[in-house]
């Protein structure tokens, strides 16, 4: 971590046990608005109270399928949509009263699923990249710009001067990652920034990111839909359902065990990649449900198969799984007071 | 285990990038129809501008006895008008006040536009709903109409036909910009800027309008054969410009007394409104498919 | 030997004309047993979905030029027009895609655009459409089918419109069904639902199957056979066991360890480098020896031959020759 100081100025306020990002009960309600007078008819329960938080050089997992709010709280976290609750605490510094956001986003830069959309066609790669140093006034954008391109495997002499139409989907990639660090930001938000590469190219980029983790000291939040990915990158996992979080915990304990019906269903759903053993039942029936309305108690309880009455009443709360302070879910079961039939016993299963 | 390179290419010929525009120049060029428009509408502003030195007769000599001479009469190769005046001289002279009224207006309104219809794209909220409300008003009134009631409302006169077109114009294309602004706005790319800690204006400089300035200028391009046919009904109407200048909405005004006598003559300023909206919008369609990256 | 191959493409090529010529299909060879479901596997680019529509003859006939046989039942598929083409598409063959949210009408319900292609192919009545699309509601296990007739794609969730769509497009009992990934839109716990479905579908209408798809995971959760493709040709195919278990070609065993099924965190990945070709010019030499670790010389001066390794495991590489 000394090296990233000396290399990059950004000096560590907090120490190495204060987490990098803290998140507070977290909250975004998107409205939806229709008719003449555009009222506000529904309400998109896109975040809906989540707290987590990010030690220094972690790479944290969040999954989770559409509309559980993902990509919501990478953009609040950036501040790029206003958060309606809670808080966001950057190494001990809370944004709002003791940092600005045009601080913050020095520290915290993100890169985005579709990197098409997250170049501007009219500008060449290192006009692209060099824009963060440049509005920062930095003596040399350009000279930061080419340097990053090297970093990231990109000749700067082949490839500066190009348009981003000119690059394949594995090197516009790269262009947004060189951009995203061009700031030398100590966290990078990846929002499903490997997903839309062909699977010989994302295991170029995840070591690519790898390296630059090692090479430049970052922290990543590091939000995807494939388990395998999260699995080889995460060293902890947050798992999202309907905008709240449902387990949290370090990587190797949730892929060995998983706490929460919902957790063990995504891992259920993936391939098995076993022609012999292939599997026979889908574990969830349904889509998810519409963040419109969401379910009462647990939000999962529509779907799952251990649901009582006591589900759809009682919110269950984040609590320790296994005796592991680091290892939380959020379910009846797991909490031997809440009243449920199963609760304890037939999570062994 | 192997160790293979983690290079992102194996082997490219290095290039230079042509830029954008050269892009477009060459797929334009690559257009005949576009082309040959354009060729059309260069030679007619040319001969406009360079009237007085093309050996013309003079556009405003009337003669009693050399009225509505048909084409080809010597002397007079398009024949004479309703006052016996020269009908060549009168449309290439007429295309300078013609041109000119149809050109001005789309350029002002270009701007004024483009820069509400940035604003109100990007910022949204309710200085969006301010300005494109405003611009709603004046789109509930069919064009003409508007166009002569502002025009009357101002009373005759070159330069008040001006004004009242580019009003005309004002809201359509502070529509395109909005939207186009709206789509531009909602891509990573923006977010990605602001993400970076950018100012609002650095990043409409930046980003946006590069982005957004083409189609509202293809757009643009698109209306001034509108505007010319609006500025020469505002003519026909006897609420724009005034004879005896020569401008072809005028000229198809009073010349229509002679239909029966000499249909050719009386259609000629007609023709040439026709050929000239003709050509400008097919150069529009050339320019938006030239503008259209396919990639 | 003796039963006709329900899909039999003989050296086909596809080449693409316009601001730069695109080799797209470089002398493909593959066949389908009827009743067979082929999981055709590649990256993007790799001539997968051209290969689909080359069978629905829905490639822009102004910019394609094709060579080679494409034959469905033993009719050539490029000697079709007119009314046999029409018969021949949405009858004979039929084919879901991505995204049903585009493929499938927004301004008819469900229920009136099964029954409308039900009427065209079939020439029944309409009461007797509206009970064929029923039918294939309650087949496809959307709840409260009735109901669902009625409504419109876009009250319908992704993945009810996926399986509306697979409604409509197995409501004429077609012999083939072509599945452009219809499962990458959707969500985990959505996708092994209609893998599941298409799987129990396949089987109770004995149908063959070809499912395009970029996921190894779900080639082998749907496919009996795994054909491999890139660049435009295939060069590894046999049975999903086979090629799982026993991947053979440089390219197929890259593909398998980027899925990092089983790969160690903080271990770096055996990842394939470089990118795949641009395919200007017809390959004259294995298209992946840029990539591969184990090219030699002969990989870059000729077309790798095609090695049968056992059973219908098939390799195209010049390794395997030394092998046999």
């Not at chain 3, 049903?100 to 029944?124: C, F, N, S, W």
């Not at chain 3, 435009?232 to 991947?247: M, Q, Y």
Request: aromatic residues 6%.
């Amino acid at each position: 971590m000394s090296k990233t100081e000396a290399s990059f100025g950004q000096t560590d306020r907090g120490g190495p046990h204060q987490p990098l990002i803290i998140a507070k009960d977290l909250k975004k309600h998107f409205p939806i608005r229709s008719g003449l007078l555009n009222r506000k008819t529904a309400t998109v329960h896109a975040v809906d109270g989540i707290s987590f938080e990010v030690q220094k050089g972690e790479t944290l997992g969040i999954v989770g399928e559409s509309g559980c709010g993902k990509s919501t709280t990478a953009r609040l976290l950036i501040g790029l949509i206003e958060l309606d609750d809670g808080s966001i605490i950057y190494d001990g510094d809370a944004l709002g009263t003791d940092i600005k956001l045009k601080e913050l986003r020095r520290g915290v830069q993100m890169v985005f699923q579709d990197s098409y959309a997250s170049l501007n066609p009219r500008l060449t790669i290192v006009d692209s990249i060099a824009f963060g140093p440049k509005i920062h006034g930095h003596a040399d954008p350009s000279g930061v710009a080419r340097g990053l391109m090297g970093r990231v495997g990109l000749d700067p002499e082949r490839f500066a001067e190009r348009y981003p139409h000119e690059l394949s989907g594995g090197q516009r990639q790269r262009v947004n990652i060189a951009r995203a660090l061009a700031l030398s930001p100590r966290l990078v938000i990846l929002d499903e920034a490997v997903s839309a590469l062909d699977k010989s190219v994302e295991a170029q980029v995840l070591n690519l990111l790898n390296d630059l983790k090692e090479e430049l000291g970052l922290t990543y939040v590091f939000i995807s839909h494939d388990l395998n990915v999260v699995r080889y990158i995460s060293d902890r996992v947050l798992v999202m359902y309907l905008g709240e979080v449902v387990e949290v915990g370090p990587a190797d304990a949730i892929y060995a065990k998983q706490a929460h019906p919902y957790t063990a269903s995504l891992f259920a759903a993936m391939p098995s990649m076993d022609p012999d053993n292939r599997t026979e039942e889908p574990p969830l029936a349904g889509d998810p449900p519409n963040p419109i309305d969401p379910p009462t108690g647990c939000r999962f309880h529509t779907r799952c198969r251990f649901a009582e009455d006591i589900c759809s009443k009682t919110k269950p709360k984040l609590s320790v799984i296994g005796g592991s302070e680091r290892h939380l879910a959020a379910c009846h079961l797991q909490d031997t007071t809440s009243g449920h039939s199963q609760a304890l016993k037939e999570v062994a299963e | 285990m192997t160790v293979v390179a983690d290079t992102a290419e194996v082997a490219e010929p290095v290039r230079k990038a042509p830029g954008y525009w050269a892009g477009v120049f060459k797929r334009f060029l690559n257009d005949p129809v576009a082309v040959t428009c354009t060729i059309v509408v260069l030679l007619l502003i040319l001969a406009a501008i360079f009237a007085p030195y093309l050996g013309l007769n003079d556009p405003y000599k009337a003669s009693m006895i050399k009225r509505l001479k048909p084409i080809g009469f010597p002397g007079f190769p398009l024949g004479t008008d309703e006052q016996g005046r020269d009908m060549l001289a009168r449309l290439i002279y007429g295309g300078r006040l013609t041109l000119f009224v149809g050109l001005v207006p789309v350029v002002l309104a270009f701007f004024i536009g483009s820069t509400l219809g940035l604003v109100a794209g990007y910022v949204g909220g309710w200085i969006n709903t301010i300005i494109m409300r405003t611009v709603d008003v004046f789109f509930a009134f069919p064009s003409v109409l508007l166009a002569i009631a502002i025009s009357s409302a101002l009373g005759a006169g070159i330069i008040n036909s001006l004004v009242s077109l580019t009003i005309v114009f004002i809201p359509p294309i502070a529509r395109v910009a909005e939207s186009a602004t709206a789509s531009v706005r909602a891509l990573d790319y923006i977010d990605a800027a602001r993400a970076t800690g950018g100012s609002a204006l650095t990043i409409i400089r930046v980003h946006v309008i590069g982005n957004v300035l083409g189609p509202i200028f293809v757009y643009a391009t698109s209306l001034t054969s509108v505007c010319m046919i609006l500025a020469a009904g505002l003519s026909f109407l006897g609420i724009g410009v005034r004879p005896p200048e020569p401008e072809w909405g005028l000229m198809l005004n009073t010349l229509r007394t002679a239909i029966y006598i000499n249909p050719w003559i009386a259609a000629l300023p007609g023709v040439m409104i026709f050929i000239t909206s003709l050509c400008l919008n097919l150069l529009s369609d050339g320019l938006r498919s030239a503008m259209n990256v396919k990639d | 030997m003796s039963v006709v191959p329900l899909v039999e493409f003989e050296n086909l090529k596809v080449r693409f004309k316009g601001e730069r010529t695109v080799h797209a299909i470089n002398g493909l060879n593959l066949s389908l047993q009827p009743g067979e479901m082929l999981g055709l596997l590649g990256e993007s680019g790799s001539g997968k979905s051209v290969t689909l529509k080359t069978l629905l003859r829905l490639l822009p006939p102004k910019r394609s030029e094709l060579e080679g046989s494409v034959r469905v039942n033993g009719t050539d598929v490029m000697s079709l027009s007119g009314k046999a083409l029409a018969r021949h598409r949405g009858g004979e063959v039929s084919m879901i895609f991505q995204e049903p949210a585009l493929a499938l009408d927004p301004v008819y319900t469900v229920g009136e655009q099964i029954a409308e292609t039900v009427m065209r192919h079939k020439g029944v009545s309409r009461v007797a459409a509206m009970d064929v699309a029923l039918d294939m509601l309650t087949r496809v296990r959307i709840p409260s089918p009735e109901r669902r007739l009625k409504t419109y794609p876009h009250e319908m969730s992704g993945g009810m419109r996926q399986r509306a769509m697979i409604a409509l497009a197995l409501s004429c009992r077609p012999k083939l069904l072509l599945a452009d990934e219809p499962t990458t839109a959707l969500d985990a716990t959505v996708q092994i639902q209609i893998l599941l479905l298409l799987r129990e579908l396949q089987k109770e209408f004995g149908m063959g199957v070809i499912f395009v798809t970029h996921d190894i995971g779900v080639a082998v959760e749907v496919s009996d056979r795994i054909a491999v493709m890139y660049a435009g040709n295939l060069v590894e195919s046999g049975t999903a066991a086979e090629v799982i278990k026993n991947p053979r070609h440089p390219y197929t065993k890259g593909l398998l360890a980027a899925n990092l099924h089983g790969a160690v965190k903080g271990q770096r990945l055996d990842a394939i480098p470089g990118s795949p070709p641009a395919l200007e010019t017809a390959p004259d030499a294995c298209s992946f020896a840029d990539r591969c670790p184990q090219a030699t010389n002969r990989c870059r001066s000729a077309l790798p031959p095609v090695v049968d390794i056992s059973g219908q495991h098939k390799v195209a590489c010049v390794l395997e020759t030394a092998n046999v």
